[in-house]
């Protein structure tokens, strides 16, 4: 070997932090699936955009695989039933796990059914022109399954002047616990390297890197065997430091580019794309089939059974914590990773297209008290886009939310928690961003 390859650095950005991973609990659990849900909830806003318009009515039949919902709009994308069954009802205003009510389709499950796919015959891809391929992934229902769920066709469509030269596949799964894009790249490796190849011809980009944190180098190795060496496609192992599978973090790692402020991948002529994303394209696109379960990651102290499980969309999180089990009466839930995900109050809601993983903690496990600031400057060192968490918090304490925003970069923040995290103080300052950036939006729409 070169002194050079040796000595070479491995791609990483500045700041970040070093949580602990907590991922041997499940990272080497194949994924497995659990029983169908008796009761599948199914919000019509499962993605950035309008939300989907129900094209059933109550009391209808319905196979698994069949579409129940059209896009309400073009950041949008449509809604597949995840069971054979009967629609029980619409239109309730159902919890979710971002918050707001969202209205519903529920089906209740025909517990004798097969729950096979049969709806829909398969189709040559190779025969589709790029045109073809952004209409089929709009129809699949496809959104960013990293977490994002922003609805994928609409990246294939860069804004008009902008051109996607490069592909970024988003392998990094920086968050403690999760291990499911782990489990997908060892072993829905060909689906994903399909995935990639339709996303290429889509976009028309020139070639495409999968960036993978170095704490998983099987799977680095696994996909480096599955491609040919002369490959548009490669794989690149970057720090293993969070937030590196944030878009921007990453593509700074590998390319070596900064996304300008308040700008988009493509203003580089790049597109982000998480590896489970493109592992379900490439699996359902040929059979033409749309999204209707997803690898979920169930994981933290408090779940009796962790492991990566293939989970209808739809299935109530009480549901799933039933059959995982939890080792205390009180426990907190997060849906996502403990870093960016969202505390729920209630286990009445559905795991959705976005929903990458559900931690459990015992409950006085994440109890602490707040303390005011001591100027430590922890929380500067840490942020990996060098906004000043410090200042932006006591300006939310003080309410100045407008200069937060205009002269603190409040909207270039986005919400990784790294602040929060290292705050010795225990400030929650990742949620004051958030309350801060609402209720800017807020003033500007009702203004
Ligand atoms: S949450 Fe925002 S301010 Fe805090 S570290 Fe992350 S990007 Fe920086
Ligand atoms: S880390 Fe916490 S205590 Fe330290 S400067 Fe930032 S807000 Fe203040």
Not at 90 to 117: F, H, S
Not at 333 to 343: A, D, K
């Amino acid at each position: 070997m070169k002194l050079s390859a040796i000595f070479r650095r491995r791609k990483t950005f500045n700041h970040g932090i070093h949580p602990m991973e907590h991922k041997a609990l499940t990272a080497g659990l194949p994924v497995r699936r659990l029983f169908f849900a008796p009761k599948m909830i199914i919000p019509l806003s499962q993605h950035r955009g309008a939300p989907g318009i129900p094209l059933v009515k109550v009391g209808q039949e319905v196979v698994r695989g069949e579409p129940i919902a059209k896009a309400g709009g073009f950041v949008s994308v449509p809604m597949h039933s995840p069971v054979t069954g009967v629609v029980r009802s619409i239109d309730e205003l159902v919890a979710t796990a971002e918050g707001p009510k969202a209205r519903a389709i529920i089906i209740e499950t025909y517990p004798a059914a097969t729950q096979e796919v049969l709806y829909q015959a398969p189709i040559d891809v190779d025969a589709m022109t790029a045109e073809e391929l952004v209409k089929a992934v709009q129809a699949c229902g496809m959104v960013g399954l990293g977490g994002a769920a922003f609805p994928s066709h609409v990246k294939l469509l860069p804004p008009e002047g902008k051109q996607i030269d490069i592909l970024i596949i988003n392998g990094c799964e920086c968050e403690p616990y999760l291990t499911c894009d782990h489990r997908v790249m060892l072993e829905q490796t060909d689906c994903m390297i399909r995935g990639i190849r339709m996303v290429i011809k889509a976009t028309g980009a020139k070639r495409a890197i999968i960036g993978v944190e170095d704490n998983k180098l099987d799977a680095v190795a696994h996909i480096k065997t599955a491609l040919p060496t002369d490959s548009e496609i490669t794989v690149e192992a970057v720090v293993t430091k969070y937030p590196q599978g944030a878009e921007k973090m990453l593509i700074t790692s590998l390319l070596d580019k900064e996304v300008p402020s308040g700008g988009i991948p493509a203003d580089i002529g790049v597109a982000v794309y998480n590896v489970g994303t493109m592992a379900q394209l490439g699996e359902l696109i040929p059979k033409s089939r749309g999204l209707i379960e997803r690898v979920v990651t169930v994981s933290g102290p408090g779940a009796k059974k962790p492991g990566n499980y293939l989970v209808p969309i739809g299935t109530p999180l009480r549901f799933l914590m039933e059959q995982v089990g939890t080792t205390s009466e009180s426990t907190e839930v997060i849906m996502g990773g403990p870093m960016m995900g969202m505390s729920v109050a209630s286990q009445d809601v559905a795991i959705t297209k976005g929903v990458s993983g559900v931690v459990v903690f015992e409950r006085d496990e994440r109890d602490h008290p707040v303390y005011p600031c001591i100027k430590c400057g922890a929380c500067l060192d840490a942020c990996p886009i060098l906004l000043n968490p410090s200042m932006l918090g006591q300006l939310a304490g003080v309410r100045q939310y407008e200069t937060m925003a205009q002269e603190y970069h409040l909207n270039d923040c986005f919400e990784c928690g790294s602040c929060s995290y290292v705050c010795p103080s225990n400030i929650p300052l990742t949620q004051y961003f958030r309350i801060a950036k609402a209720i800017n939006r807020e003033a500007k729409t009702a203004a």
